[in-house]
């Protein structure tokens, strides 16, 4: 059964999945897997936030800024 959490869920996967691909675009230097675990660092620090649709976002922002200082 598919509910709007599941739903929403999916769509948070895909949008980090994109933002992945934009970074390793962006930064061909660092390896896909430190990215990725970038990417999964800064989105823990939002998992229990109540609402999810800006945390692509901010955690896109974190990642860049993190990447900036290296």
Same mark, same amino acid.
């Given at each position: 059964m598919?509910?709007?959490?599941?739903?929403?869920?999916?769509?948070?996967?895909?949008?980090?999945?994109?933002?992945?691909?934009?970074?390793g675009?962006?930064?061909?230097?660092?390896?896909?897997?430190?990215?990725h675990?970038?990417?999964?660092?800064?989105?823990?620090?939002?998992?229990?936030?109540? $609402?999810?649709?800006?945390?692509? $976002?901010?955690?896109?922002?974190?990642?860049?800024a993190?990447?900036?200082?290296?």
């Amino acid at each position: 059964m598919t509910t709007l959490d599941t739903m929403a869920s999916e769509q948070l996967d895909t949008h980090f999945a994109q933002l992945e691909d934009r970074l390793g675009h962006d930064y061909a230097d660092v390896t896909r897997t430190r990215l990725h675990a970038m990417v999964d660092h800064e989105r823990a620090r939002f998992a229990g936030a109540r $609402i999810h649709a800006f945390v692509p $976002i901010l955690v896109e922002r974190a990642v860049r800024a993190a990447l900036a200082t290296t």
